[in-house]
T-cell receptor, first 117, second 114 residues
């Protein structure tokens, strides 16, 4: 248990569906992240939030829409996805994005395994 | 962009053997992290290194932050079956724009034969 909880753990959706991934952290952190993990590729950073403000969007297609209502919760809203979007989506949190070292170590959730049919 | 070259990509070893893996880059990092990911789970932090030359142990795991700040290695001694998984290195750096960035290697998949 890392203190970062993701739901659901598995999701199968059609290309026309709308679904949301949820992440909750119980670590008192202020920064939260969404990553995409595909086979044989390094982890791809998608979005970063620091103190509820989005600070990074790494050219992610608009069919992925993040939401961060408070420092403990992060959502990823999905709509009209493509089969190539099938992957493990990981959420992470760290104490504060603006610091180096120990205060910015990222702790990961278990991920949501997404399959787009 | 910044890249980490992690090697080997995969390892097949016998229980009890020692393991060594490393990450190198042309970029300079402020922090090196080593994570382990079990199947169906997220990466779990094993060791964090904050200073060049630092050598840190966590049980049977030992990691070092290279003197040049461009590399790091992870050693596992006397491997056991539960060491199976994918090991990722990650380097933390400051970009030219002044923001912090965590760069990941592609992982080393470890298989331990009992």
């Amino acid at each position: 248990e890392t203190g970062v909880t993701q739901t659901p753990r598995h999701l199968v959706m059609g290309m026309t569906n709308k679904k949301s991934l949820k992440c909750e952290q119980h670590l008192g952190h202020n920064a939260m992240y969404w990553y995409k993990q595909s086979a044989k590729k390094p982890l791809e950073l998608m979005f970063v939030y620091n103190f509820k403000e989005q600070t990074e969007n790494n050219s992610v297609p608009s069919r992925f829409s993040p939401e961060c209502p408070n420092s403990s919760h992060l959502f990823l809203h999905l709509h009209t996805l493509q089969p190539e979007d099938s992957a493990l989506y990981l959420c992470a949190s760290s104490q504060d994005r603006t610091f180096l070292g120990a205060k910015n170590i990222q702790y990961f959730g278990a991920g949501t395994r997404l399959s787009v049919l | 962009g910044q890249q980490l070259n992690q090697s080997p990509q995969s390892m097949f070893i016998q229980e009890g053997e020692d393991v060594s893996m490393n990450c190198t880059s042309s970029s300079i990092f402020n922090t090196w992290l080593w994570y382990k990911q079990d199947p169906g789970e997220g990466p779990v932090l094993l060791i964090a290194l904050y200073k060049a030359g630092e050598l840190t142990s966590n049980g049977r795991l030992t990691a070092q932050f290279g003197i040049t700040r461009k590399d790091s290695f992870l050693n596992i001694s006397a491997s056991i079956p539960s060491d199976v998984g994918i090991y990722f290195c990650a380097g933390q750096l400051t970009t030219q724009g002044g923001s912090e960035k965590l760069v990941f290697g592609k992982g080393t998949k470890l298989t331990v034969n009992p």
